[in-house]
């Protein structure tokens, strides 16, 4: 172990370890072979002890449990990690930020911030990597070694648990249920997040504020505004992150990198799940579909978002007013209004913005022009491009907005799903029904703050 010596070579791939079981667990990646089956739903996996733990799901047996405040969790690992909360035993602390960890491997790997190294190198292309666990995942690359393919799309996948994770779409199946409200999950980290709403648990405490928050890793970018450590500095306009990656997206506002090139329209995009996104407007994919009404969307967040029509669930409350949103960030930007608060200014226009994501978006690169919402500034960038991505496949008509080829196609199909309880009469479009019930109401909602006069 001291010496560095791993003398079990796989003959697949070159990788050593240091001992012979690890060989074992590690060829099963080349060989596919998942020896270790659940009873219950037909599952299988490379080790006992992974199968052990999935059965958890079925029996909901948590047989660890902590002495100090009776929590309970599936596996020794948790319990021992969750303990130190209790203890205070954060015994591996940074010398350079002050910051502390459960774990020595957590510290090494947080010391990357401040020392900028990445120790582990591509032979291939020479990118380097903090973890030596990333530099294997980025090889597969170089390699094409992308041996997990679904069988129901072809898409092929670096590890097993992306295809996995990927094969829900195909399957819908969502093994992880909240017994509160019903809903499932497909990932337990994501369960175990939602039920926060229910319980109102925020178990991750900031020791500086006070303030709590739901996931640990919240916490943690948090706790950066204590610390002022921002050491991810852009050297061109001084402006300072916590994480590189944020960084990294920011960067491409001074250089115009955008790497991810779509291949049909030579369209690029910054991040590769935008390109991803993208190509669904060329290929006409929709792959997440809502089971109650059959209607399919590109993305899954847009499906989430659309199933609140079903389920009329809103599980953000503004505390202020009583209003409930879909989504947290429409909360966040809502209660804006009860404080008044705007903290993202732009240095160049002096504009200011309640989310972060509004300052980055509102500007136009081509002619300088600025937006307030992002779809303002898309719509807008159709005139230095000349882009209508959106065909209409009965004329051939084509469109900035998919929501306006949507409410084009209404000439087509004669739908009109808008409809007046009071007269029965029906519209394309929810804004024409909204202005259509004002003959009803009587209501005039307009008020001109300057002379009282109000208008449809």
């Known amino acids: ?127 380097s990597f903090t973890v030596r666990s990333t530099l294997v995942q980025h090889q597969a690359i170089h390699r094409g070694a992308r041996a997990h393919k679904c069988l129901d799309c072809e898409k092929i996948f670096i590890t097993r648990s992306q295809l996995v994770r990927h094969q829900a779409i195909h399957t819908g199946e969502r093994p992880h249920k909240c017994l509160d409200c019903g809903k499932s999950f497909i990932q337990r980290a994501h369960l175990v997040q939602h039920q926060a ?25 948090h706790q950066a505004i204590h610390r002022g450590a921002r050491a991810h500095k852009c050297l061109d306009c001084e402006k300072i992150f916590i994480t590189r990656s944020q960084l990294v997206r920011h960067q491409a506002i001074h250089t115009g990198a955008r790497p991810h090139k779509c291949l049909d329209c030579g369209k690029s995009f910054i991040k590769k799940s935008i390109l991803v996104q993208h190509q669904a407007v060329h290929t006409g994919e929709k792959p997440h579909k809502c089971l109650d009404c059959g209607k399919s969307f590109i993305a899954k967040s847009h499906l989430v978002r659309h199933q609140a029509i079903h389920t009329g669930e809103r599980p953000h409350k503004c505390l202020d007013c009583g209003k409930s949103f879909i989504r947290s960030s429409d909360l966040v930007q809502h209660q804006a209004i009860h404080t008044g608060e705007r903290p993202h200014k732009c240095l160049d226009c002096g504009k200011s913005f309640i989310q972060r994501s509004q300052l980055v978006r509102h500007q136009c690169l081509d002619c300088g022009k600025s937006f307030i919402e992002r779809s303002h500034l898309v719509q807008h960038q159709a005139i230095h491009t000349g882009e209508r991505p959106h065909k209409c496949l009965d004329c051939g008509k084509s469109f900035i907005r998919s929501s306006d080829l949507v409410q084009h196609q209404a000439i087509h199909t004669g739908e009109r799903p808008h409809k007046c309880l009071d007269c029965g009469k029906s519209f394309i479009e929810m804004t024409q029904l909204v202005h259509h019930l004002a003959l009803h109401t009587g209501e005039r909602q307009h008020k001109c703050l300057d002379y009282g006069k109000v208008s449809q």
Do not use: W, Y
Request: positive net charge; aromatic residues 4%.
């Open 1 to 127: 172990m001291h010496t560095g010596e791993r003398p079990h070579k796989c003959l697949d791939c070159g990788k050593s370890f240091i001992k012979r079981s690890h060989l074992v667990q590690h060829q099963a990646i080349h060989t596919g072979e998942r020896p270790h089956k659940c009873l219950d739903c037909g599952k299988s996996f490379i080790q006992r002890a992974h199968l052990v733990q999935h059965q958890a799901i079925h029996t909901g047996e948590r047989p660890h449990k902590c002495l100090d405040c009776g929590k309970s969790f599936t596996v020794r690992s948790t319990l021992v990690q969750h303990q130190a909360i209790h203890r205070g035993a954060r015994a591996h602390k940074c010398l350079d930020c002050g910051k502390i960890f459960i774990t020595r491997s957590q510290l090494v790997r947080h010391q990357a911030i401040h020392t900028g190294e990445r120790p582990h190198k591509c032979l291939d292309c020479g990118k």
């Open 197 to 221: 709403i229910h319980t109102g648990e925020r178990p991750h405490k900031c020791l500086d504020c006070g303030k709590s928050f739901t996931v640990r890793s919240n916490l943690v970018q």
